[in-house]
């Protein structure tokens, strides 16, 4: 069963940090780009981050660059999200995807499998 599964989210003060997994299972991540995406309540989901399967190059949207890093781990079939410096605005649902191919226009990528979604709350 092709599963994506993500964790390490939860409940923060501004400042802190958090580092989001992605696990992969029935199949093989290391073929595929990981994205991240986030959904604040009321708004649209917005894509993160991209790092792509074939040669680790990444994508990071503005607002989190300096802040967030995406990277994998292809002998763990997983993904992360290393998010320092958080900021009340980061609350959101965060979603990793698995994506044929990453792009600098990150709300543009398509997610060929998903996660079911992680929350992050950044409040004092």
């Known amino acids: 069963q092709v599963q994506l599964v993500e964790s390490g989210g939860g409940l923060v003060q501004p400042g802190r940090s958090l580092t989001l997994s992605c696990a992969a299972s029935?199949?093989?991540?290391?073929?595929?780009?990981i994205v991240w995406f986030r959904q604040a309540p009321g708004k649209e989901r917005e894509g993160v981050s991209c790092?792509?399967?074939?040669?680790?190059?990444?994508y990071t949207e503005d607002s989190v660059k300096g802040r967030f890093t995406i990277s994998r781990d292809n002998a763990k079939n997983t993904g992360y999200l290393q998010m320092n410096s958080l900021k009340p605005e980061d609350t959101g649902v965060y979603y990793c995807?698995?994506?044929?191919?990453?792009?600098?226009?990150?709300?543009?990528?398509?997610?060929?499998?998903w996660g079911q979604g992680t929350q992050v709350t950044v409040s004092s």
């Open positions: 029935g199949f093989t991540l290391n073929y595929y780009g």
């Open positions: 995807a698995a994506t044929w191919r990453c792009s600098a226009n990150l709300n543009s990528i398509v997610g060929d499998y």
């Open positions: 790092i792509s399967g074939n040669d680790g190059s990444t």
